[in-house]
């Protein structure tokens, strides 16, 4: 059996419950373990630049790890003693500085059992996320969603009802600051934007990853096709947009907590261009720390505004004569125009991501 180890301090790593995974940083991309019918566990690992050697960990009895090998720099290599029982191990390299040494910290464990070709328990094979190696998932910088991998049997296993002895699935990010998961693999942004890597590891290091990238669509760098809008609209944008961009980040952040599917606000100004609040339906929308931006969006239109927020995105109208009206919307996550019975057109088209612009004409 063989195993390839990459030493370095990067994403914490969290396992599902039971699993024993470590919870320091290793990162996971260079990982790999091949398991075959043998009685011992031969490491390989990549050199770290820099480093004079490293020390090997096993699991003992006591619930500690403890040194069981040390190996210069040149040397990526150690191989263990014969044993029928489940292996367990970490490693960390070591840079000399005088007649002290400077430590990495230990990588995550990777263990293994030895098991003979038509045994019942053996390692685990293929790691397999439920997307394409590589895929790059979006979300919004408020954003979760549920990821799903399967580990299959090891390639050398002879006994075709054999099962995986550790059926745990190890997640981790490499920046937590960008999007955390947890053991049962929940990924969440954290509220700002950016990429890092999601990786799915199995007990022997075997792993599977996907991008994530984090984007907060509610704040666009620019809209597009203001020549072709509305000149009221047109305007609004150009002067106001970002209080726009205020005002959509703040409901598609609150969205969870305050409505649902049978929830809606409208807000627009009375005849004394107060800012006052429409009907709601089967709860409240909390609104503190908004005000001042809905009402500075709504006093800047001479006519008649209103921002209508429902669990489909949030809305902004400009009324015009003989019921025509020009629309602003942004969409809320997994919402797109055509829920809403828009068909794109002249009049209907997509100015930003996940914002839609919308001119119904007179009599129409």
Known sequence: MELVVTINTEPKVLGTKGSGSDKRGCHASQIRINTECVEFCSWLWKEVKGADGYEIFRYNKGNKFVKVAAVKQGVAMWKSGKTL?????KIRAYKKRGKKRSYSILSYEVSAIPY???AKKVNAGRVK????QGYRVRLSVYESKKMTAKIKVSKFAGNKKAKIYDTAIRWCSSNEKVVKVDGEGNIKAQGKTGKCKIYARAHNGNCDWFW???INYARPEEFDGLKDMQMDMAILIQQHGSE???IAEYFEKNKAIHY???QAMLFQLDSERKCVEGEIINGEIETKGIEGKLYSVMEAYPGVMQI???NFGVHFILEGNNSAYVELVFLFEGRNEKENGMKESNDLFQTAPRWIY??????M
């Open 116 to 118: 003979k070709k038509k």
């Open 308 to 310: 209508y927020v429902t």
């Open 260 to 262: 649902n599917e049978s």
């Open 358 to 363: 919308h001119y119904s004409r007179a009599g």
């Open 244 to 246: 726009l961009r205020d």
């Open 212 to 214: 994530v990238e984090v």
């Open 129 to 132: 996320i439920n997307i394409k």
């Open 85 to 89: 029982y489940n292996q367990t191990f």
